[in-house]
């Protein structure tokens, strides 16, 4: 299995509402990502998590939550959403935390959210 | 600062031709690899082929190769034969350190590939 599956696809939302994104893989990598997509830009990091610790909080603002509750399962939670933050968020994985200078990175095909 | 620049936005092929796109990049990384990733319009970010820095090969996967010229820090991507399934945003991506052993992966900006058939 060498994939990375991400849930919902698509998410609308209003800005009072909470919900959260869902990220699962199981080749057994200990470095997992949150990633956000704005249209026909590259992807920016948000959240890096190594050893289901967060290592990089790319100084995201709190209405993002990452949690990691174990070495297969990534979750963002979303709370009081501004229409800006609608993207594409991808997550991905790699084997080994840190080594992103020479590992390939595997991503799921995203969640699509909208915020009206 | 350590960026990675594509000058391409959009490029246009014929079917079964070759074409090339272009990155630079900066790093201070001593040991690294770089990358090139495909985007379908499925939207999941694929790895298409990487290069090791410290390689003077340049790599090569089936119809994708690289050339790689570490001096001018300059690493584009070749494809031959182009297919229709070829058409997607491709990302260069370089590594950058974010401090200590930690280090995270930079995108540029892409290149839009349209195959006409």
């Known amino acids: 299995d060498t994939e990375v599956t991400q849930t919902p696809k698509h998410l609308v939302m209003g800005m009072t509402n909470k919900k959260s994104l869902k990220c699962e893989q199981h080749m057994g990598h200990r470095a997992m990502y949150w990633y956000k997509q704005k249209a026909k830009k590259p992807p920016e990091l948000m959240f890096v998590?190594?050893?289901?610790?967060?290592?990089i909080n790319e100084s995201v603002p709190s209405r993002f939550s990452p949690e990691c509750p174990n070495s297969s399962l990534l979750n963002l939670h979303l709370h009081a959403l501004q229409p800006e933050d609608s993207a594409l968020y991808l997550c991905?994985?790699?084997?080994?935390?840190?080594?992103?200078?020479?590992?390939?990175?595997?991503f799921g095909s995203g969640t699509q959210l909208s915020v009206l | 600062a350590q960026t990675v620049t594509q000058s391409q936005p959009e490029m246009s092929v014929q079917e079964a031709e070759t074409v090339t796109l272009s990155c630079t990049y900066d790093?201070?990384?001593?040991?690294?690899?770089l990358f090139w990733y495909k985007q379908p319009p499925s939207r999941q970010m694929i790895l298409v082929i990487r290069q090791e820095a410290y390689k003077q090969q340049n790599a090569t996967e089936n119809r994708f190769s690289v050339n790689f010229q570490k001096a001018a820090k300059s690493f584009s991507l070749k494809i031959s034969d182009s297919q229709l399934g070829d058409a997607a945003m491709y990302f260069c991506a370089c590594p950058m350190n974010y401090g200590g052993a930690t280090n995270k992966l930079i995108f540029g900006t892409g290149t839009l590939l349209a195959v006409q058939p």
């Open positions: 790093t201070s990384e001593s040991d690294y690899y």
């Open positions: 991905a994985s790699s084997q080994k935390p840190g080594a992103v200078t020479n590992e390939k990175l595997f």
């Open positions: 998590y190594s050893y289901e610790k967060l290592s």
